[in-house]
């Protein structure tokens, strides 16, 4: 196969990636996007193969043992991976990608001759910076995205960390690891390389640890970012197509992602990534305690409004992706359709721990998804609905994000539940949501409170229809 | 007499030919010299010369794909946001082609004191790593892919 051959094909494979992505855009053609990704990754497999197959025995061995262990592994975490499980998941994915690519810019530092960069001890200056920035940007994936799953697993508290000179400690190292790039790039020294990386390492993990729980939807769509950037990098090393074209969409996606994030909490991008946000003492609200009178319901009472009632809007959150309640949620909802009540979802877009988190867990639990609808498809519609029931969402409903310009999250968008006739809140206690905030919601004269886990009180209003 | 000066004539003609056609191969042994040197020069640094560097293409690639992925996920439905995360996920172990070629990776012909096997260590377990993402990125995207299905 001819270098021009191999580089139309590796073309293709990035043409493939696009379709991948594009045919995301509705659920119907989904699948088929799923389909041409993966033949794009077969095509950029097996021409790599053609055109510089390995010449010994023993470097087939290891690939075909590499992919076989691999493969094997990705594939049985595929198919027992609980849904409510993909948030980490992916943060472990990313991990992945992050840790292969500086795997990769080491290799072409040791032996650059297999990539056509130069010799040992005579690398192109330019090789040296885009593997160079490759790694950074890979080992700060690899270890961003370890903080985060720790965080996700629930191996360490999602609280955010800080410390003292934390922004100035980060920035002393940014600079360390922009100064140390440039003397890589002049002296080739080893050395220096595995310094850099190091250093990588380090900031990966410290610009995490102060990001809390919640604010998790922007830190995995940012890492997503940088996985795509650092494959760019290497992209860039190796002279490849496919690479090139698909570290710029994921680093286009993970950017977007965070971008639609932000906004939906109204928060500057960096505001996230400097972090400390809702921390023990967020809040002007956080440490009074509110003693106003709450209005507290039933399963069975929560079973009589709904089945009266003409409509009910379902608004999950982070509490149902924990108690698992989907399932159970699902039942509920068919036995209201029996009674002739319509049924639709709302869904805030920071609601769970990433992005599209309660379409997922929805869809596992077989809810079609013309059920399922956005907050700004739907958010007119809360006025003519007689009952919201939430489920598990607390900050995202908070009326006093349009009406309390002290509060933290005055500005964010939110679901206007408040105009629902009557509003069920299915949680655990009062406490305030991860902002801190305390919700005036729960006060209110059509408000009524269920307190319990929201999978039991879920399976106790099927039990009393 | 006039056969004799149009022999030399004929003589001297060919003797310019193999001149010139020297003066052309050792021309064009320059020629070839001087481009195999500019594009061993263009191909990793931006040269002043007249022949474009191939980064110059693979960034004119990278920042219309960004472009490209800017559109295409702006479309991508928000029900549908963590798949696109997965298959994102799943896509950029592409980098999987660096892995194969570190792996294949031999010794230089005058040694090189060990470091290829650095690299082929370096590529198996980069291999492995994005095989475990590029299957399990893959089947998860298709698995979740699977449960989203219309009102019936």
């Known amino acids: ?8 094909a590796y073309l293709v494979a990035g043409v493939f990636f696009i379709f991948a992505l594009r045919g995301l855009s509705s659920p119907a053609s989904s699948r088929s ?16 193969l053609l055109i510089s197959a390995p010449g010994n025995f023993g470097a087939w061995a290891m690939i075909i043992l590499g992919v076989g262990i691999g493969g094997g592994i990705g594939a049985i975490i595929a198919r027992r991976i609980p849904m409510t499980a993909m948030p980490q998941l992916i943060a472990a994915f990313h991990s992945l990608v992050g840790l292969a690519a500086v795997l990769v810019a080491v290799a072409a530092l040791y032996a650059p001759q297999a990539f056509g960069i130069g010799s040992p001890g005579a690398i192109y200056g330019a090789s040296l910076i885009e593997m160079s920035l490759g790694a950074v940007i890979g080992a700060v994936t690899f270890t961003g995205s370890i903080v985060a799953f720790t965080k996700l697993q629930g191996l360490v508290s999602g609280a955010p960390v800080v410390f003292p000179n934390q922004h100035l400690i980060n920035l002393i190292i940014g600079v360390a690891i922009v100064v140390l790039i440039a003397i890589f790039a002049s002296t080739e020294s080893h050395l220096i390389f595995w310094v850099l990386t190091i250093l990588a390492l380090v900031i990966g993990v410290l610009i995490i640890i102060p990001i809390g729980g919640a604010d998790m939807p922007v830190v995995i769509s940012m890492l997503n970012s940088y996985s795509g950037w650092a494959a760019a ?36 991008f960096f505001n996230v990534i400097l972090g400390g946000f809702g921390g023990e003492v967020a809040g002007p609200s956080g440490g009074v305690v509110e003693r106003r009178p709450v209005k507290q319901g039933s399963a069975e009472d929560a079973a009589f409004v709904m089945k009266n009632a003409g409509s009910v809007i379902i608004v999950p959150g982070y509490g149902m992706a924990v108690a698992q309640a989907q399932h159970a949620l699902r039942e509920m909802v068919d036995k209201l359709k029996k ?45 003519q609905t007689d009952v919201a029931f939430v489920i598990g969402a607390n900050d995202v409903t908070n009326p006093a994000a349009k009406t309390d310009p002290s509060s933290p999250i005055y500005g964010m968008p939110v679901l206007d539940v408040e105009r629902a006739g009557t509003v069920l809140f299915v949680k655990r206690s009062l406490a305030s949501g991860y902002a801190g905030v305390d919700n005036e919601l729960f006060y209110r004269d059509n408000t009524m409170m269920l307190f319990a886990d929201a999978k039991k009180m879920v399976e106790d209003i099927v039990k009393s229809m | 007499m006039s056969e004799v000066t149009a022999r030399n004539a004929a003589e001297s003609a060919r003797e310019a030919a193999d001149l010139a056609l020297q003066a052309a191969n050792t021309a064009e042994s320059y020629a070839v ?19 474009i560097d191939p980064f110059v293409f693979r960034v004119a690639i990278f920042v219309l794909a960004i472009f490209v992925g800017y559109y295409v996920v702006w479309s991508v439905t928000p029900a549908l946001h963590t798949p696109l995360m997965s298959v994102t996920n799943a896509i950029s172990s592409v980098i999987v082609v660096g892995a194969l070629l570190a792996v294949g990776v031999e010794e230089l012909p005058d040694g090189d004191g060990g470091s290829h096997w650095v690299a082929r260590l370096a590529g198996f377990l980069a291999l492995i790593l994005a095989s475990v993402n590029i299957f399990g990125g893959f089947l998860v995207t298709e698995r979740m892919l699977a449960m989203y299905r219309k009102k019936d």
Not at chain 1, 1 to 8: E, K, P, R, T
Not at chain 1, 359 to 372: I, K, R, S, T
Not at chain 2, 33 to 51: F, K, N, P, Q, R
């Open chain 1, 33 to 48: 996007g799923n389909h041409f990704g993966m033949a794009g990754m077969a095509i950029a497999v097996f021409t790599t």
């Open chain 1, 233 to 268: 990098g290497i992209g860039f090393t190796l002279g490849n197509t496919a690479l090139i074209i698909t570290g710029a969409l994921v680093g286009a996606s993970g950017a977007i992602l965070s971008y639609i994030m932000c906004k939906a909490m109204n928060r500057s």
């Open chain 2, 33 to 51: 010299e001087a481009i195999a040197a500019a594009a061993d020069v263009g191909a990793h640094a931006l040269g002043m010369g007249s022949t």
């Open chain 1, 1 to 8: 196969m001819s270098a021009n051959l191999a580089a139309i």
């Open chain 1, 339 to 383: 009674e002739n009540v319509s049924v639709s979802y709302a869904i805030h877009p920071v609601a769970g721990r990433m992005p599209g988190h309660m379409n997922v867990l929805l869809a596992e639990a077989q809810v079609p998804y013309d059920d399922v609808f956005e907050l700004d498809d739907i958010n007119s519609m809360f006025a």
